[in-house]
Structure formats: structure tokens, C-alpha cells
């Protein structure tokens, strides 16, 4: 089975853009959960997606958002990118969002914003 | 507030010695609780999880201990290998919502394996 997928791997962008990440999960896997890691920071949780609904968010401002597709695909989009911005964004998925689901990360994306 | 503590952030240890990573956490409702393990430009692999029934679960070299009474968990590594040497993340699962459970993350222990 192919692992999670995440493109774009890296990504530069300047100050006041918006960029757009995306992410396709194991095959049958249905939920998928977006984390932002920088240095010194464990993950923190974006919000998590089940069968195209947002289940649950972390704290972070209305300038992240995301979405899923029915095919499980999820996107994350930033908008008016800021120099803080600037982290490793994991996406991870699961079959479900229940109890004992073990989540699978892939590689990241890493954004630079300058 | 943080839920999820890796005290150390660093553990050096020889190869072929025994490597032990902490984790505690303050949150009783966590029940399920998951290592990973991190290399450099990769995404987090998953390691071995424990459910807040057990207390020992183990997998080869790894055993994750849980004291639900201390709210302490631990990774043993015997033998510690060059190739471990990685971040390694405790992770800790609780109810949110619905049937919704959440996973909240530690900040991660770098583990450097001496050869």
C-alpha cells in the first residue's frame, strides 16, 4: 500500500501570499489530520478532517483553512502568509477518527516564508 | 497549556545499551498512547502504542510502559543501535467530541545512539 503523499516537498513564498498544500492519504484511510512543526515545537494540531467534514481544530487563526474531497484527498490553504509561517506542515491520516486509531504521517511540506 | 511533557529534550546514550524516553501527561482522559519516531526531512513513522488498559506492550526492542497512576509513560530501547538516533514523540489520544478522538503530541526527545 502507498503511504501518505504530500506535495508540494518544499515551497517558497513571501510575505502576504497565500499558499496551497495538499495531501492524499492511504488508500482507505478516510480521516486526515494536518499538524504544523517548527524548531523547538512538538506538532501542533491544525484541524483534522473525516469524510469531507472538519472534525476538529486546533488554535490556530482563520488564515488556515482546509478542506476534503471525497475522494479523501485533503488540501490546506494559508492566506496572507507570515514570516511565522514558516515550519514543516505534516499531514497525517487514519482509517477513522475513533478510539486506538494510529495515525500515519508523510513526509511534510516544507514552507519558507521570506 | 501543555498536555503532553518530554522533559528531555536530548538523550545521548552507547550503542548497544538500554535508552529510556519519558513522557508524562496531565490529561486522565487520555486512553491510547502512541511513540513515533523522526528523522531529519522525514515525516514522523510510527513506532509502538499502548491502550490505558496495559501497562507493557512490546515489539522487538521497543516496550512502552504505561503508569496510569503517575500519568507516565516510557519507551525502552534495548539494544540502542546507531540507527536510532532519531526525534522520538510520545503522542496521547482522548475523546473530543462525537466519536471524534484527538491526538496531542510532545515536543519530542532528540535520541542520539553513540556507536
Avoid at chain 2, 497549556?1 to 538523550?11: A, G
Amino acid at each position: 500500500k502507498a503511504g501518505v503523499t504530500q506535495t508540494p516537498r518544499y515551497l517558497i513564498k513571501t510575505r502576504g501570499q497565500q499558499v496551497t498544500l495538499s495531501c492524499s492519504p492511504i488508500s482507505g484511510h478516510r480521516s486526515v489530520s494536518w499538524y504544523q512543526q517548527t524548531p523547538g515545537q512538538g506538532l501542533q494540531f491544525l484541524f483534522e478532517y473525516f469524510s469531507e467534514t472538519q472534525r476538529n481544530k486546533g488554535n490556530f487563526p482563520g488564515r488556515f483553512s482546509g478542506r476534503q474531497f471525497s475522494n479523501s484527498r485533503s488540501e490546506m490553504n494559508v492566506s496572507t502568509l507570515e514570516l511565522g509561517d514558516s515550519a514543516l506542515y505534516l499531514c497525517a491520516s487514519s482509517f477513522g477518527a475513533g478510539a486506538g486509531e494510529t495515525q500515519y504521517f508523510g513526509p511534510g511540506t516544507r514552507l519558507l516564508v521570506l | 497549556d501543555q498536555q503532553v511533557k518530554q522533559n528531555s529534550p536530548s538523550l545521548s546514550v552507547q550503542e548497544g545499551r538500554i535508552s529510556i524516553l519519558n513522557c508524562d501527561y496531565t490529561n486522565s482522559m487520555f486512553d491510547y498512547f502512541l511513540w513515533y519516531k523522526k528523522y531529519p526531512a522525514e515525516g514522523p513513522t510510527f513506532l509502538i502504542s499502548i491502550s490505558s488498559i496495559k501497562d507493557k506492550n512490546e515489539d522487538g526492542r521497543f516496550t512502552v510502559f504505561l503508569n496510569k497512576s503517575a500519568k507516565h509513560l516510557s519507551l525502552h530501547i534495548v539494544p540502542s543501535q546507531p540507527g536510532d538516533s532519531a526525534v522520538y514523540f510520545c503522542a496521547a489520544s482522548a475523546f473530543s467530541g462525537g466519536s471524534n478522538y484527538k491526538l496531542t503530541f510532545g515536543k519530542g526527545t532528540l535520541l542520539t545512539v553513540n556507536p
